[in-house]
């Protein structure tokens, strides 16, 4: 796919893996519609990407009704879809059970699948049916693609990650059934899984933990850099051939219990 003048919906646009994933579209000559709660921080990315090349739609991923109308604020703003990145996610970390002995209320456990998996389901289903309608743009019939992120806890979940592993082996384990059910519209669907990045919270642990949390990647040894993400996303966009995939994008980390 050739991402000159191309639409994407990029989910938890406003911030981190989402936003540099923006800034590395649009400097390929796409044009992305954020998808976040997080209003300032959206229209902020929006001016900082240029008017013309962006637009925000203050969505909750979790929300059907939020999801259709923030899908129109894309049409209406662009005319079409052709990439949408689910990076839309939560993860406080809980463990089964609490120091007093409690077991994890199943609330909290429900919040966080609920943004991460369903919230993902919920945007690439509904974005999936504005593609299948589209006019495709090469000799592939080809009409788009879905990229979700899941993260490495989706197979090697630390100690504390019961809700947040189990929702992002979800979405790992949703890329081939997606990618086969959509392969007839010429809709490829692909999933990062990304290790440890340098976003925003990251940045708040202050530079002795996060030298500490380099140090556990097998090479290079620091945190991945949110525009080696941005790289990725694009990559795999214009990748024609790159469907139904996990790919881990770790430094080859294993996280260990804790
Ligand atoms: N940062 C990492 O090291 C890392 C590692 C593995 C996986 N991930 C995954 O990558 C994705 C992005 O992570 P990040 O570090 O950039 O996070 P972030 O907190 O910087 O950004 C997430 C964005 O999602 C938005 N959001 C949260 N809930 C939402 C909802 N219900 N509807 C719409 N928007 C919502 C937030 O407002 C925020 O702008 C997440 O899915 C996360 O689980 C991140």
Redesign the pocket.
């Known amino acids: 796919m050739d991402l000159q003048n191309k639409v994407a919906i990029v989910?938890?646009g406003?911030?981190?893996?989402?936003l540099a994933a923006c800034e590395a579209l649009v400097a390929k000559g796409a044009k992305v519609c954020i998808?976040?709660?997080?209003r300032e921080?959206g229209e902020k990315a929006v001016a900082d990407l240029g008017q013309g090349s962006a637009c925000f739609a203050e969505?909750?991923?979790?929300d059907e009704a939020s999801v259709s109308a923030g899908i129109q604020v894309c049409l209406n703003a662009f005319g079409a879809l052709h990439i949408v990145l689910n990076?839309?996610?939560?993860?406080p970390p809980e463990k089964v059970i609490n120091r007093e002995g409690e077991p994890l209320p199943l609330a909290n456990f429900k919040k966080i699948v609920d943004?991460?998996l369903f919230?993902t389901f919920n945007v690439l289903s509904k974005a999936a049916a504005e593609m299948a309608k589209g006019e495709p743009f090469n000799d592939d019939n080809g009409r788009g693609v879905i990229i979700n992120?899941a993260?490495?806890?989706a197979f090697d979940g630390q100690i504390g990650q019961p809700a947040y592993a189990a929702s992002?082996a979800g979405v790992a384990g949703m890329a081939l059934p997606i990618a086969r059910e959509l392969a007839r519209y010429g809709i490829r669907c692909n999933t990062i899984a990304?290790?440890?990045?340098r976003?925003?919270?990251?940045e708040s642990l202050g530079e002795k933990v996060i030298e500490a949390l380099g140090n556990s990647v097998e090479y290079p040894k620091r945190l991945g850099d949110p525009k080696e993400f941005g790289k990725l996303v694009v990559q795999i966009a214009e990748n024609d051939y790159l469907n139904g995939e996990v790919i881990r994008l770790d430094g080859a980390i294993r996280m260990a219990a804790k």
Request: net charge neutral; no cysteine; aromatic share 6%.
């Open positions: 989910t938890g406003a911030s981190g893996l989402g998808f976040d709660m997080n921080m969505v909750n991923v979790t990076s839309a996610g939560i993860g943004v991460n919230g992120v993260s490495v806890a992002k990304p290790g440890l990045f976003t925003p919270l990251a």
